[in-house]
């Protein structure tokens, strides 16, 4: 199959233009320093203490989100692509780069943005003023002090990812379309390596579970998930730019996901799934008090599975690796490495098939749950 030149085009232009985003950490201060101590000789010639490895701050920076990519270190200095920040502050809309924060996430260098003070810390931006008043606990569930930081709508690595994915999925398909309007034989390509995909979702998933009148209505939605989530659980496996990113680890992105799933379930319940929550068949009517509130925590207990289940295989997926990659760093010698990179390769092939197994599990769930909203009962 041939593919048009214009997507090649438009992706060579995007790289182009993001060049100004690439950059070395930059030593010199913007606007506002905390503290601004100048290096005696004597400093300079003090060799510094070498700092302990720590694996658990290399697994959390790893797996949580970021406002930058960092690619690598050349010459003692990070190289990293800067991702745009947008704020609603209480002055209005900002928009910068992250590359004014210096890599500092300790809020430790303030930055002055049209007369506001910002400091980030665990990659949550705050006012400064109201970022010291916070206490140790207050800092830790920083994201839901709203009332110390402004609304943050940044293009994190998360973010970017997603965009990544839904650009991955629109020319995968839109190349497929192509195929059928040019092939109306056999498929081939892209297209014949999708449409067993296709197929198996329709067939084993979408059929089975919401029944052959309404399925395919909700196969859009089917399809969508499937594809999505497994291309973002492969982009997480990928160690380097633009991918490494960790979506569907993210614990905000499987709630979306799962909010998702309980809406379109809630609003294609027919009579007989809300009978059955109202008023359940067989049930004597004063234990009705006991069994309502126990379906309503049952319609709950749905979604909030869903959203566990993806995000803990796929966060444990990545703590493991990681943590056998530390080892080679924690007992510091080379004699471990062989040992660590061969069961870092073995976990690796195996996350690539949870990557498709958590994208079916999910799918299937999600169909199964519509189902049941969408069955009818036959009423003797």
């Known amino acids: 199959m041939v593919f048009s030149n214009k997507p090649v085009q438009f992706l060579l232009v995007a790289l182009v233009a993001s060049i100004p985003y690439f950059g070395f950490a930059n030593p010199a201060v913007d606007s506002l320093s905390i503290a601004n101590v100048a290096v005696t000789e004597h400093h300079a010639e003090a060799t510094p203490e070498k700092k302990p490895f720590d694996a658990t701050e290399l697994i959390n920076t790893h797996i949580g989100d970021s406002h930058e990519f960092h690619i690598a270190d050349w010459g003692g200095h990070p190289i990293s692509f800067y991702l745009p920040v947008i704020l609603w502050t209480n002055t209005g809309l900002e928009i910068f780069s992250s590359e004014r924060f210096h890599h500092d996430n300790e809020a430790k260098h303030i930055i002055d943005v049209n007369g506001q003070k910002l400091v980030r810390s665990n990659e949550v931006i705050y006012y400064a003023d109201k970022f010291e008043k916070l206490t140790v606990e207050e800092r830790k569930n920083g994201a839901f002090e709203f009332d110390a930081r402004p609304l943050n709508f940044s293009i994190t690595k998360n973010v970017f990812s997603m965009f ?217």
């Not at 803990?312 to 007992?331: D, E, K, M, Q, Y």
């Open 164 to 380: 990544i994915s839904a650009i991955i999925m629109f020319l995968l398909f839109l190349a497929v379309a192509r195929s059928y309007k040019k092939n109306q034989l056999a498929p081939k390509g892209i297209a014949g390596f999708l449409e067993p995909l296709v197929t198996f979702v329709r067939d084993d998933i979408a059929r089975p579970n919401i029944g052959e009148k309404k399925y395919e209505k909700y196969m859009p939605y089917l399809l969508t998930i499937f594809f999505f989530i497994w291309i973002n659980n492969l982009i997480g496996l990928i160690p380097f730019f633009p991918f490494s990113s960790n979506l569907t680890g993210n614990i905000y992105f499987t709630f979306v996901m799962a909010l998702i799933t309980f809406i379109i379930t809630t609003l294609s319940g027919n009579k007989d799934y809300w009978g059955h929550i109202f008023n359940t068949p067989g049930v004597p009517f004063w234990l009705a008090p006991i069994m309502i509130p126990v379906e309503l925590i049952g319609m709950l207990t749905k979604p909030f599975a869903l959203m566990i289940r993806l995000f803990a295989n796929i966060t444990a997926g990545h703590i493991i690796i990681l943590s056998l990659v530390s080892l080679i760093f924690i007992f510091e010698t080379v004699v471990v490495s062989p040992i660590s990179g061969a069961f870092v390769l073995f976990m690796s092939v195996l996350e690539m098939l949870v990557a498709a197994l958590q994208a079916y599990v999910f799918t299937l769930l999600s169909a199964l749950f519509i189902g049941q909203a969408v069955a009818e009962h036959d009423h003797h």
